[in-house]
């Protein structure tokens, strides 16, 4: 079973960049996907931007495509989302997930994920 710890979060304003970080530990040799989700108040929980952490290949939502870019430092059992150009609207607690399966394909799926960090908060002003 692997632990998530996020890392990053912040207050900046708008046009603004972050970079979250998570940390994976516990057994997180086999993790087949990773991603980051996010949560604004009253809102549903929505994925961001997914990793499949054997080849790569990345997944965005639409409304950060372009912004933001989601990586993966293997040796440090690590994942980062780095967000440029910061809106108000992206304003929100920010989760790292992780699992192991290895069907379906990566994706931002909530469904998808297994394993969930306690989250950062990002701060948006405009």
């Known amino acids: 079973q692997v632990q998530l710890v996020e890392s990053g979060g912040g207050s900046v304003q708008a046009g603004g960049s972050l970079r979250l970080s998570c940390g994976a530990s516990?057994?997180?040799?086999?993790?087949?996907?990773m991603g980051w989700f996010r949560q604004a108040p009253g809102k549903e929980r929505e994925g961001v931007a997914a990793?499949?952490?054997?080849?790569?290949?990345?997944y965005y939502v639409d409304s950060v495509k372009g912004r933001f870019t989601i990586s993966q430092d293997n040796a440090k059992n690590t994942l980062y989302l780095q967000m440029n150009s910061l809106k108000p609207e992206d304003t929100a607690m920010y989760y790292c997930?992780?699992?192991?399966?290895?069907?379906?394909?990566?994706?931002?799926?909530?469904?998808?994920?297994?394993?969930w960090g306690q989250g950062t908060q990002v701060t948006v002003s405009s």
């Open positions: 997930a992780a699992d192991y399966r290895v069907y379906p394909s990566c994706g931002v799926s909530r469904e998808r994920y297994n394993y």
């Open positions: 516990g057994y997180p040799y086999s993790i087949n996907c």
């Open positions: 990793i499949y952490t054997g080849g790569g290949s990345t």
